[in-house]
């Protein structure tokens, strides 16, 4: 319709207060003000905003994790060859499906890297694994590194839509999430949030002239308009699309977006659970533990988890005999580890009901025991 009539493209869409509509729309849902919220176009560009964006000097360092996305981690790459910074690789506890790992276990390793460190700037980190689907406790660990004073970029990617998001409450500077993932939006469509116009960052880096550049924007210069404007603003942009983001946001706040992050961790406890009684000696690596659980299950059924080859074929078999999509990921278990651990993983959604479960889990069973 946008394409068919130009006129309403330029009055109507092109417009800020259509804009603001959308964001005005969006904002309470995710415990934010509306001048807090940018449409963006997904995770990547989010992280990438704002990583680039930021004014590093050489002697800075960056605490992130060693379960990162590229979509974080190439950014960091950026920052570290352009202005001399120290990216350093946090250790996770990963679960093995052997010790138990508690939401203190994350806090610790964040607490020590930051001790560890003079100088930290920033810290990056994933709000959930996209490898092993563990929810790190992100609400601590940003009141830790506020305590340091030091900003945080949050990688949200698989949150939005999953999780009942409060940004306020959770206090991070930076959370970038994607539209098109849990949150069921139209492709390349995401959510940025600037935490109260990046005040707070002007006081923790009060030694940089412009702690943030907004080199991803066509109106970087205006300072008066602030920084959602600013930052909304990257030439024409795709306002359908943004607008059908918002739809799918109003239709998560209908149904209630606590309820839905409770419906999709059942759904996941029973995954996990039915897998685990089913092939007891497959290897879990997502903690079925309060607190540190999503719609996420990562699991490596076959005997050697470096076999990449084998569980590949396992996936496609899943998917050609049975119907079950799902995917593969690879991580170290520990970042010295010479060789990656590959496993499956299952994302159980909204539109699933116990019954795909009990399907995924018996087809799972039946190819494990003819492979
Ligand atoms: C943890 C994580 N971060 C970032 C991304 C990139 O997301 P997007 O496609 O929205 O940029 C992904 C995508 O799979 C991801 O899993």
Request: glycine residues 6%; aromatic residues 10%; proline residues 4%.
């Amino acid at each position: 319709l946008v394409a068919k009539y130009p006129w309403d493209m330029k009055n109507k869409f092109g417009s800020w207060p259509y804009v603001a509509e959308m964001v005005a729309d969006v904002a309470p849902g995710f415990g934010a003000n509306p001048d807090e919220i940018i449409l963006s176009r997904n995770t990547t560009d989010g992280l990438c905003s704002i990583i680039n964006g930021l004014h590093f000097e050489p002697g800075d360092v960056i605490l992130t994790t060693h379960h990162e996305h590229i979509a974080a981690t190439s950014p960091l790459n950026v920052v570290k060859h352009r202005f001399g910074v120290e990216v350093v690789e946090i250790q996770l506890p990963v679960f093995t499906g052997i010790e138990e790992v508690t939401q203190q276990d994350y806090i610790e390793a964040f607490r020590e890297a930051i001790e560890a460190h003079q100088n930290v700037r920033l810290i990056v980190f994933s709000h959930i694994t996209y490898k092993t689907g563990t929810a790190l406790p992100a609400k601590e660990i940003c009141s830790l590194a506020k305590q340091h004073q030091i900003p945080t970029l949050v990688d949200g990617a698989h949150t939005v839509g999953m999780f009942d998001l409060d940004f306020h409450d959770m206090d991070c500077d930076f959370y970038a999430g994607s539209g098109h993932k849990w949150q069921c939006g139209p492709g390349a469509t995401g959510i940025l949030y600037v935490r109260d116009n990046g005040n707070r960052l002007n006081e923790y880096w009060s030694d940089r002239d412009n702690p943030l550049w907004l080199i991803n924007s066509s109106l970087s210069h205006a300072d008066h308009l602030g920084k959602q404007l600013q930052m909304q603003y990257i030439g024409n942009d795709n306002y359908p699309a943004k607008q059908a983001l918002v739809e799918s946001c109003k239709m998560w706040d209908e149904i209630g977006r606590d309820r839905i992050e409770a419906r999709i961790l059942e759904l996941s406890l029973q995954c996990k659970t039915q897998l685990s009684y089913a092939l007891p000696d497959a290897k879990m690596y997502s903690p079925n533990v309060e607190g540190l659980m999503s719609g996420l299950t990562t699991f490596n059924p076959l005997s050697d988890v470096t076999d990449k080859e084998r569980l590949t074929l396992f996936r496609d078999r899943l998917r050609e005999e049975y119907g079950y999509i799902v995917r593969t990921t690879s991580f170290k278990v520990h970042k010295d580890d010479a060789h990656q651990t590959h496993a499956l993983r299952i994302s159980t959604h909204l539109f699933h009901d116990e019954r795909d479960v009990d399907g995924l889990v018996e087809a799972i069973v039946d190819l494990y025991y003819s492979f």
